[in-house]
C-alpha cells in the first residue's frame, strides 16, 4: 500500500501540471481584458498598456508561467489583479467555510442516502420502497438552489425567522455558524443524497442477487447479518466512488447555493474572479481545486483496500 499511494503522490505531478499549463493559456486565450475593466471604456491605448505593464501582462508567456508556478510552488498565488489583496490569503480567509460546508453536506448525504438506499433495495416494490423513490426522484428534479430558497421561504412563512446572514467562524460562536449553515448544507444534501440514494439501491439490489448471499440466507443467518456484513460491504465500492468525487466537486460547486445563502466561500469568490477576468485568483483556485480533487481520487482507492479485503494494490 505505501508504494502504491507513493506512486499516486507521483503521478499527481505531470496530472498539476497539465492543469496549470491548461489554466493558464486559456486565460490569454479567453475574450476580455482586465486592464480594459480596471481603467474603464474611456481609457486610451496608452493608459491600457501602462496597466498591463504594472500587472506583468506585457512579459513574455513563459516568463509569466514561469513566475507564476515558481510561486505557486511556495503557496505564493501573487496579489489579486482586481483588489490587489494577496490571492492566497484570501484563498485561507474563505476555505475554512467551502470546507466547512462540504463536509456537513457530505455528512447528511451519507446519513440519508445509505440507509434509504439499503432499505429500497432490501423492500424492493414495497410500498416503503415506492415512497423513498418519490423522494429521490424529487431531490433529482430540483437544483440545490431552488431548495435553498424553499427552506428560506418556509422559515419565514412559518417560524418567521430567516437563517442569518454573512458568516460566523466555529471557532468564535459554534451555534450560530451551526444555524448559518445547516441550511444551505441541507439544500444541497438533499440533492445529493436522492443521487446517492438511487446508486446504493440499485448497488444494494445487484449485490443481492449475488450466490454468496443466496447461501447466507440458505445457512439461516439474520437479516441483519446478511444485510450488512455480507451485502452492503460489498456494495459500498461504486457508492465511496461518488462520495469522493461529490465532495471534491463541493470544494468549488457551490457557487450559486453560496449566493442564495449570502455565503462569503471560495465558489463565490471564484465566480467574481471569472467575472473581472482575474487571472492570479482564478489559476490558484482552479489548480488548488485539481489537488484536492487528485487527493480525493486516491483516498478513495485507499478506503477501497480498507473496505473490500479482496482489493489490493501492488
Known sequence: MGHFIIRRLLLMVPVLIGVSVIVFLLMRVIPGDIALLLAGDSATEQRLEEI????????????????????????????????????????????????QLALMTTIITVVISI????????????????????????????????????????????????????????????????????????????????????MSRSCMLDVLRQDYIRTAWAKGLREKTVIIRHALKNALLPIITIIGVEFAFLLGGLVVTEAVFTLPGLGRYLVDAIHHRDYNVIQAIVLIMAVFVSFANLAVDVIYGWVDPRVRYQ
Open 115 to 198: 440507509p434509504v438506499g439499503v432499505i429500497c433495495a432490501i423492500r424492493q416494490d414495497s410500498a416503503k420502497d415506492y415512497v423513498l423513490r418519490v423522494f429521490a426522484i424529487s431531490g433529482l428534479s430540483m437544483p440545490s438552489f431552488w431548495i435553498g430558497i424553499l427552506i428560506i421561504m418556509a422559515l419565514v412563512a412559518a417560524f418567521k425567522w430567516a437563517p442569518p446572514l454573512g458568516y460566523v467562524n466555529i471557532w468564535e460562536d459554534p451555534f450560530k455558524n451551526f444555524q448559518i449553515l445547516i441550511w444551505p448544507a441541507l439544500a444541497v444534501g438533499f440533492r445529493q443524497a436522492a443521487i446517492q440514494a438511487r
Open 52 to 99: 498591463r505593464q504594472e500587472l506583468g501582462l506585457k512579459k513574455p508567456l513563459y516568463q509569466q508561467y514561469a513566475e507564476w508556478v515558481w510561486g505557486a510552488c511556495r503557496l505564493d498565488f501573487g496579489k489579486s489583479m482586481w483588489s490587489g489583496e494577496p490571492v492566497f490569503s484570501e484563498i485561507a480567509r474563505r476555505f475554512p467555510l467551502t470546507l
